[in-house]
């Protein structure tokens, strides 16, 4: 049979709502049409993509992988039948909390300057890939291993780590801290899209409690507010400094990868230039 928007629709309102009544509620169907919908789809691909075992619905192995394929399949669509896509192809560059750091400024000024007609749209973005495997934006700016099939990326530099604490802390009146200094505190912990993990710390010596978060916004808030201390790269100074907070280099921790990541396959055409004027960026900064 012929797959439609309106499979990929189903598919993905169910894996929202976790519930196929709420699903069919949500997209003005009836339950059994829309149950219909689903056996469909799981006939074409021959695969089942929901556990229904349970009452509250859980996405097989199978669903998670095609939930990322039918978001971007989806968004690429829509994208596509956007009228004002017509007039010009806007290239949306994702990023999870500070894009290229220092360079960000200079490389929306250089794109500007050098393709006038393809607006180049940052978009941040709180998802470990910034959107990216949804179809949300075209490409991404990334920080640490990046996991997510069918994504190319591109090397752009190495970032140092810092120690985030609060103006008030007494590691701010160390002029470099270490990861067993940070042992005896409450560690900050942006789930989503950080590159801090416990794994950070040698296993015998890690920290004795950590707050999760969800973004950075609650990621510094709560060092902030003195609740914890946090680990991130040197772009976060620049991109959000805060009166209440003092950022110290870590000088016994590895550094992390920032890359440039976009889909396998057909893509935006100006992404290849898009990573060239990264690297003539980077390479020019003092």
């Known amino acids: 049979m012929t797959i439609e928007l309106r499979h990929l629709r189903a598919f993905l309102a169910i894996a929202e709502e976790g519930n196929v009544t709420r699903a069919a509620t949500r997209l003005h169907v009836g339950q059994p049409a829309l149950s219909r919908t689903l056996r469909q789809l799981e006939s074409h691909l021959g695969a089942r993509l929901v556990d229904r075992s349970t009452h509250h619905l859980e996405l097989t192995a199978e669903g998670r992988t095609f939930r990322e394929k039918a978001a971007a399949a989806l968004a690429a669509v829509e994208t596509a039948l956007d009228p004002d896509g017509l007039r010009s192809w806007p290239l949306r560059l994702g990023h999870t909390w500070a894009a290229l750091g220092d360079h960000t400024i200079p490389l929306l000024r250089r794109w500007d300057e050098t393709h006038p007609g393809t607006p180049l ?16 934006v075209d490409a991404a ?10 994504l190319r990326t591109e090397l752009l530099l190495m970032e140092e780590r810092m120690v985030v604490v609060p103006t008030d802390s007494p590691l701010a009146a160390l002029p470099r801290v270490t990861l067993a200094d940070l042992a005896a505190y409450p560690i900050a912990l942006n789930t989503v899209s950080g590159t801090t993990t416990p794994a950070l710390w040698p296993p015998t010596a890690r920290p004795t409690s950590t707050i999760e978060v969800t973004n950075t916004d609650e990621w510094l808030m709560a060092i902030a507010a003195g609740r914890a201390v946090g680990v991130t790269t040197s772009a976060t100074a620049s991109n959000h400094a805060h009166p209440s907070l003092v950022y110290r280099p870590l000088a016994d921790a590895p550094t992390v990868p920032v890359v440039l990541a976009w889909r396998d396959g057909l893509g935006h055409p100006a992404i290849a230039d898009l990573v060239a004027l990264a690297h003539e960026v980077i390479a020019k900064a003092p």
């Open 141 to 150: 700016l990334l920080r640490g291993a990046v996991t997510s099939a069918g």
């Open 121 to 136: 749209e940052l978009l941040r973005i709180d998802d470990r890939a910034a959107g990216l495997t949804q179809g949300k």
